[in-house]
C-alpha cells in the first residue's frame, strides 16, 4: 500500500523490500553451519533494521525538539514568519531528498517548533485557553486514530487513498483562492470565506475545519501504515528518520486545523 503522505513517497524502503537474500559464494562446511546455529538469534534493531522501538525513540526526540523551540516561538513570537519560510524550504528538502538526513529533519522540527509557538500566542492573546484545548483535541485524535490503526480497525484502503488525494487537492485550491481573496480585500472577514455562513448557519470554517481534521487523521493512518510497511520488510533503521518526519508533519498539520476550528467556533 503505497502512502500518499509526501515524506514517504521518495524513500523506497517504504515501497520495496529492504532485505536481501543470502547467497553461499560457495558450499558452506561443517563447521560453518556448526557455527552459524550456534549464534544466538540476531534482532532487527542489532541488524540495523528499523523496528517500531527505535522509530519510535526517534518520533520522540522530533517532539521534543518541537516543544523545545515551540517555547522560544511563545516568548519571541517575531520568529513566526521566517521560521514558517525555512520550515516549509526544509520540508522540501527532505520531501526530495533520497537519503533521510536526521540533521534535517531535526532542523525541520525546529522551525515548525518556532513556527508553532509563535502563532499559538497570537491565537492565545486573542482566546485564552484555546492552546489548551487544541493541544489536548490533537492528542485526542492522534490517540483514537492510533488505537484503531493498532486494533486493526482501521487500515488504508486504494479507493480511500484516492478520495483522499482529490480531497486534499480541492482543499489546497480552496485554501489557495481564500488566501488571494483575503490579500486582495474582496473579503473583509478576518477568514475569508470560512466566515461565510453555511447549512443551518454554521460557519462554512466549521464544516470546513471538521472535515479537513478527518483528512488529517487518514494521513495518520497512511502514517501508521508506511511505518508498519517499513519494520515488516526491515528497512534500514535510517527510515526511521523518514517515518518520524512524516509523523510530524501530520500532527503540526493537525493541531493547527484544530486551532483555527476552536478560534472560529470562539469567535461567534
Do not use: C, H
Amino acid at each position: 500500500m503505497a502512502t500518499s503522505n509526501p515524506a514517504f513517497s521518495n524513500s523506497p524502503a517504504f515501497s520495496q523490500s529492504a532485505t536481501k537474500a543470502i547467497q553461499w559464494t560457495q558450499e558452506p562446511s561443517a563447521q560453518q553451519l556448526d557455527e552459524l546455529y550456534a549464534r544466538s538469534a540476531a534482532t532487527p534493531d542489532a541488524m540495523g533494521r528499523m523496528t517500531y522501538e527505535n522509530t519510535i525513540q526517534k518520533t520522540v526526540l522530533a517532539f521534543v525538539v518541537l516543544l523545545a523551540t515551540a517555547a522560544v516561538g511563545w516568548f519571541i513570537p517575531a520568529l513566526m514568519l521566517p521560521a514558517a519560510i525555512v520550515g516549509f524550504v526544509l520540508a522540501l528538502v527532505n520531501i526530495f531528498k533520497k537519503e533521510p538526513s536526521p540533521a534535517l529533519v531535526l532542523a525541520y522540527t525546529a522551525a515548525q517548533g518556532l513556527f508553532v509557538g509563535g502563532i499559538s500566542m497570537f491565537f492565545e492573546s486573542a482566546w485564552p485557553g484555546i492552546v489548551t484545548q487544541a493541544v489536548i483535541g490533537t492528542f485526542a485524535v492522534v490517540g483514537v486514530t492510533l488505537a484503531l490503526f493498532a486494533s486493526g480497525k482501521i487500515r488504508a484502503s486504494k479507493r480511500a487513498t484516492q478520495i483522499f488525494l482529490v480531497a486534499m487537492i480541492g482543499y489546497a485550491v480552496f485554501s489557495l483562492i481564500n488566501m488571494g481573496l483575503m490579500l486582495f480585500g474582496v473579503t473583509d472577514d478576518p477568514w475569508g470565506l470560512r466566515g461565510i455562513e453555511g447549512p443551518f448557519g454554521i460557519p462554512l470554517g466549521v464544516i470546513i475545519g471538521v472535515f479537513v481534521i478527518l483528512l488529517a487523521a487518514y494521513s495518520l493512518v497512511l502514517d501508521f501504515d508506511a511505518v508498519k510497511t517499513g519494520v515488516e520488510r526491515g528497512a534500514p533503521a535510517k527510515y526511521g528518520w523518514t517515518a518520524a518526519f512524516g509523523i510530524m508533519v501530520t500532527v503540526i498539520w493537525l493541531y493547527l486545523e484544530i486551532l483555527r476550528l476552536l478560534a472560529i467556533l470562539r469567535g461567534e
